[in-house]
T-cell receptor
Framework: DAGVTQSPTHLIKTRGQQVTLRCSPK?????VSWYQQALGQGPQFIFQ???????QRGNFPDRFSGHQFPNYSSELNVNALLLGDSALYLC??????????????FGPGTRLTVT | AQSVTQLGSHVSVSEGALVLLRCNYS??????LFWYVQYPNQGLQLLLKYTSAATLVKGINGFEAEFKKSETSFHLTKPSAHMSDAAEYFCAVSEEGAQKLVFGQGTRLTINP
């Protein structure tokens, strides 16, 4: 059973550019959440997708957008990159139908470096 | 609003000694609480979770945590540290219906031989 997968593993971009990160959830999961983890910090919630719609959003600007596809996979897009966007981007999947604790399973992350 | 405070950004213990990582939370409703571990250059792995059942929760790799409502705490312990326990540990809180996790700043655990 494949867990959560993310691509690419590493990415280097220049300020002002746009980037797309991809995530495939754990088999049987229908909800995808994205988190940003700056160096030396805990992960910060960006947003969550369920049934192809944004269900919740954290305190991130509109430059951060996402999408969920019918197969539950998801993309995170960041426009007009800033140096401060350099971080590890984590994708987590869960199942609404599991109820209760909403346990989230994390992928290995994408390390984004903005120069 | 939910929040998590992890006391001590860096904890160092000797191999075989007790591990104690502290976590205090703030939540307006009964919370769900989690401990995750992160090894270098990897994602987060769930160690254990509290979901309003037993207050003493046992997880993987010999870790356990006790939910104390009166102290709003969820401290992580392991009786005997192993070198392989060296990693970053994160405490997180979630609320019913919210699904999003709110993380603490993390505690880096170092094991001395």
């Amino acid at each position: 059973d494949a867990g959560v997968t993310q691509s690419p593993t590493h990415l280097i971009k220049t300020r002002g550019q746009q980037v797309t990160l991809r995530c495939s959830p754990k088999s049987g999961h229908d909800t995808v959440s994205w988190y940003q983890q700056a160096l030396g910090q805990g992960p910060q919630f960006i947003f969550q997708y369920y049934e192809e719609e944004e269900r919740q959003r954290g305190n991130f600007p509109d430059r951060f957008s996402g999408h969920q596809f019918p197969n539950y996979s998801s993309e995170l897009n960041v426009n007009a990159l800033l140096l401060g966007d350099s971080a590890l981007y984590l994708c987590a999947s869960s199942s609404i139908l599991a109820g209760g604790s909403y346990e989230q399973y994390f992928g290995p992350g994408t390390r984004l470096t903005v120069t | 609003a939910q929040s998590v405070t992890q006391l001590g950004s860096h904890v160092s213990v000797s191999e075989g000694a007790l591990v104690l990582l502290r976590c205090n939370y703030s939540s307006s409703v009964p919370p769900y609480l989690f401990w995750y571990v992160q090894y270098p250059n990897q994602g987060l792995q769930l160690l254990l979770k509290y979901t309003s059942a037993a207050t003493l929760v046992k997880g993987i790799n010999g870790f356990e945590a006790e939910f104390k409502k009166s102290e709003t705490s969820f401290h992580l312990t392991k009786p005997s540290a192993h070198m392989s326990d060296a990693a970053e540990y994160f405490c997180a809180v979630s609320e019913e219906g919210a699904q999003k996790l709110v993380f603490g700043q993390g505690t880096r655990l170092t094991i001395n031989p």
